[in-house]
């Protein structure tokens, strides 16, 4: 799937008509996430000169499959009733709330369905397919083109779910997924099913992209009395504690097949870079470069980490192999250099920070180093992170920047072609670290709008916002490879 | 936690105080069935005249020349009570004694049931010689702190600012004097800005003031050099003065 990015917003030439200093809401129209609607597509049109014919489609039950076009639609509705009780065991509320609450949860937040509230369902909801009604659900006040129901029932030691997606605008054969899941009746195995059914539907539904209900979120935590590397699922649930190194580790950045955490740690030699194992629990030898060694990023084929180290003078950009050889140094300009990442999609580019111009600002490179690139204009631009279509930046940017100066750090979005931007977070704080989603819908990222810094979550084009944190001060998420 | 399917009982609080009361009653029914009565004894016979009794104690038991102390004596069936030094006194009494030297005082105290002595010492030692108004002789670390300024940078900024330069001398020339001395310079930043870039920027910091002072002399296999970014600031509040206080380059001696 490939996003058309169609729009002209805050320009290089300064034609800027994001300005920031007046706050206003600006959602931009990314086909294939949302259309915004009613009141807010009026002011974002009033701002942004968009291709305007593409913006209306006529019809999305199966246009809306196909983000690629550039067409502008509207997302599904989707019915979600809560699943019934398939028996009388005791058991079933429990995990029925979890199921239900969980499962709304994924789709929700997926990006690609609007689910239709609760408010306008009928009284009778079903839990088998003999129960359905079609004509119940698409008709108003649902108005729904999808409705999503099963049951959930422990017996014999054991939870079963079994769940439908169905098309309810096609009575001839309405069923587009039929799945039952099996598993020990807990708390923990119930919310993964609730994730892979979610996953299944979304898959389905978002353009043959995978769901990222699995997914999990790698990020530094204050709350054990030092900073250290903790772990949660994409939807904040399940925290807890990874390393135990007692000093401050800084900049988690896990391996794209999930098994091993590079971060940067004060050690008694210095800022080193290490290598826990997820599989084995436990630190892993990794050379020990001198200097200050900063921000470790994988490559997508996770053969190469590429990280910032003054072991020769001023922090660098270098490249070694997974195992922590073959070093090489690809940056030689004036630094301080920090902060790399891949491009994801082919692994050939490295986005980074520079201090050579004097504040930072971000550049593109060749993984070899050669024809850097600048990609920010004036300002303080830090933490870059890079599209999963290998099409985007995301920044942590302050476009107005300097002693006296108001302003605060804002989520930006860049075309790297372009270098044209769109600002995502416009509600203050210090926003910083913005990391991709798989599903590249998704960016994770750190806010102290809420009074101290946390974890935040929000679609690619900055709505459905939300806290994932709340105890500690919680900073640089890194969001899993899948 | 694992599980077990052992059975156990609890032995509650409640039963145990019952086990207890329930023993005692127990044996004190067995003793009061073995007590015996004993047969009424023999008249006591008429008593001889008492003897006197005497204490003395003096307190406080040490003192300097020109202190004084308290004397203090009981006595009982006595008529004639004296103390050496002193003469002859009531009875029972205390009185004030300022010795120049060490003194026992000795009191006898007569009756007609006989005589009883006592005796308690004074002891009366001499002053310290005074203090001499000693000068100890400041640490190398002491020195350290005294001489060694912090250096203060612009924002965003890494390099030595004309300011900052006769303290970085000053540093250069005290460290030059006491070549033994070995230290780490920390880069600090302040807390606006990236947590990764300042770490890169505190790392610059540092080694600006390193390359100054190698640069005046200073050998450096005797400097250490850290970032901290703004991983540890000397001051919280949101305003410029702590953010100049937090953009520094901070000595700290190696013990």
């Known amino acids: 799937m490939s996003y058309t990015v169609s729009f002209r917003l805050g320009s290089r030439n300064g034609s800027n008509r994001m300005d920031d200093r007046h706050k206003q809401r600006q959602v931009p129209h990314f086909p294939g996430i949302s259309a915004p609607t009613g009141a807010r597509l009026l002011s974002a049109l009033s701002f942004l000169i968009l291709l305007s014919s593409v913006l209306l489609a006529p019809s999305f039950a199966q246009d809306w499959v196909r983000t690629g076009s550039g067409l502008g639609v509207e997302k599904a509705r989707l019915a979600v009733p809560d699943f019934k009780p398939a028996s009388a065991d005791p058991q079933n509320a429990a995990l029925l709330k979890t199921f239900n609450d969980t499962f709304w949860n994924d789709l929700d937040n997926s990006g690609v369905v609007e689910l239709v509230s609760k408010s306008f369902y009928p009284l009778q909801v079903p839990g088998q397919p003999a129960e359905v009604t079609s004509n119940l659900w698409s008709a108003p006040p649902p108005n729904a083109a999808m409705l999503a129901f099963g049951n959930l029932g422990v017996a014999g030691g054991k939870v079963t779910v079994q769940g439908w997606l169905y098309d309810v605008k096609n009575t001839a054969s309405p069923q587009i997924l039929g799945k039952q899941y099996t598993d020990v009746p807990t708390d923990d195995a119930t919310r993964l099913i609730a994730h892979k059914f979610a996953d299944e539907i979304i898959f389905r539904l978002g353009g043959g992209i995978p769901g990222i209900a699995e997914s999990k979120l790698y990020f530094v935590s204050d709350r054990s009395g030092h900073k250290e590397v903790w772990a949660m699922d994409y939807d904040g649930s399940n925290q807890h504690q990874i390393t135990h190194q007692g000093s401050i580790s800084l900049s988690p950045r896990i391996s794209p097949d999930g098994s091993r955490l590079a971060f940067s740690s004060l050690t008694k030699s210095g800022w080193d870079i290490l290598m826990f194992s997820l599989d084995l629990n436990r630190l892993i030898s990794f050379p020990r470069f001198g200097g200050t060694n900063l921000s470790p990023a994988w490559s997508a084929d996770g053969t190469s980490l590429a990280f910032s180290s003054s072991r020769s003078g001023d922090s660098q950009i270098y490249?070694?192999?997974?195992?922590?050889?073959?070093?090489?140094?690809?940056?030689?300009?004036?630094?301080?250099?920090?902060?790399?990442?891949?491009?994801?999609?082919?692994?050939?580019?490295?986005?980074?920070?520079?201090?050579?111009?004097?504040?930072?600002?971000?550049?593109?490179?060749?993984?070899?180093?050669?024809?850097?690139?600048?990609?920010?204009?004036?300002?303080?631009?830090?933490?870059?992170?890079?599209?999963?279509?290998?099409?985007?930046?995301?920044?942590?940017?302050?476009?107005?920047?300097?002693?006296?100066?108001?302003?605060?750090?804002?989520?930006?979005?860049?075309?790297?072609?372009?270098?044209?931007?769109?600002?995502?977070?416009?509600?203050?704080?210090?926003?910083?670290?913005?990391?991709?989603?798989?599903?590249?819908?998704?960016?994770?990222?750190?806010?102290?709008?809420?009074?101290?810094?946390?974890?935040?979550?929000?679609?690619?084009?900055?709505?459905?916002?939300?806290?994932?944190?709340?105890?500690?001060?919680?900073?640089?998420?890194n969001w899993s490879w899948k | 936690m694992k599980r077990n399917n052992v059975k156990n009982i609890d032995?509650?609080?409640?039963?145990?105080?019952?086990?207890a009361t329930v023993t005692a009653l127990g044996a004190v029914l067995m003793l009061g069935a073995c007590h015996k009565k004993a047969a009424p004894p023999p008249p006591p016979p008429p008593p001889p005249a008492a003897s006197p009794t005497a204490a003395i104690s003096v307190s406080p038991d040490t003192i300097q020349p020109g202190q004084s102390a308290t004397l203090t004596w009981q006595t009982s069936n006595a008529t004639d009570v004296s103390i050496d030094g002193i003469g002859a006194v009531q009875p029972s009494g205390s009185q004030s004694v300022n010795p120049t030297d060490s003194t026992t005082y000795h009191l006898v105290a007569k009756g007609s049931g006989g005589t009883q002595e006592a005796s308690t010492r004074l002891t009366v030692t001499q002053p310290p010689p005074?203090?001499?108004?000693?000068?100890?002789?400041?640490?190398?670390?002491?020195?350290?702190?005294?001489?060694?300024?912090?250096?203060?940078?612009?924002?965003?900024?890494?390099?030595?600012?004309?300011?900052?330069?006769?303290?970085?001398?000053?540093?250069?020339?005290?460290?030059?004097?006491?070549?033994?001395?070995?230290?780490?310079?920390?880069?600090?930043?302040?807390?606006?800005?990236?947590?990764?870039?300042?770490?890169?920027?505190?790392?610059?910091?540092?080694?600006?003031?390193?390359?100054?002072?190698?640069?005046?002399?200073?050998?450096?296999?005797?400097?250490?050099?850290?970032?901290?970014?703004?991983?540890?600031?000397?001051?919280?509040?949101?305003?410029?003065?702590?953010?100049?206080?937090?953009?520094?380059?901070?000595?700290?001696?190696?013990?």
């Open chain 2, 130 to 255: 005074p203090t001499q108004a000693a000068t100890p002789s400041p640490t190398d670390e002491d020195l350290f702190g005294r001489n060694v300024q912090d250096v203060y940078f612009d924002y965003d900024k890494s390099n030595i600012r004309g300011d900052q330069q006769t303290s970085v001398q000053g540093d250069a020339q005290f460290l030059n004097q006491h070549p033994n001395i070995s230290f780490t310079i920390e880069g600090h930043c302040d807390d606006r800005g990236s947590t990764e870039y300042n770490l890169a920027l505190g790392d610059q910091r540092a080694s600006s003031v390193k390359s100054a002072l190698t640069g005046a002399g200073v050998n450096a296999s005797r400097i250490k050099t850290i970032s901290y970014g703004k991983e540890k600031p000397f001051c919280l509040e949101d305003n410029e003065a702590c953010w100049q206080q937090n953009r520094r380059g901070h000595f700290v001696y190696q013990k």
């Open chain 2, 11 to 19: 032995l509650k609080p409640q039963t145990l105080k019952t086990l």
């Open chain 1, 319 to 477: 490249v070694c192999d997974a195992s922590g050889n073959n070093l090489r140094r690809i940056t030689a300009g004036k630094g301080p250099d920090v902060s790399p990442v891949w491009n994801r999609k082919t692994g050939a580019q490295v986005a980074f920070v520079s201090g050579s111009t004097g504040l930072p600002q971000v550049y593109t490179m060749e993984a070899d180093g050669t024809n850097q690139q600048r990609m920010t204009d004036q300002g303080y631009a830090v933490s870059p992170g890079w599209s999963p279509n290998g099409q985007f930046l995301t920044l942590a940017w302050i476009r107005k920047y300097g002693p006296g100066e108001p302003g605060s750090s804002d989520i930006y979005l860049m075309d790297i072609a372009s270098k044209q931007w769109v600002q995502l977070t416009h509600d203050g704080g210090r926003n910083d670290f913005p990391s991709w989603a798989p599903d590249g819908r998704h960016i994770v990222f750190q806010s102290s709008r809420s009074g101290k810094e946390e974890i935040w979550m929000m679609l690619a084009d900055g709505t459905k916002l939300h806290q994932l944190t709340f105890t500690g001060r919680n900073t640089q998420p």
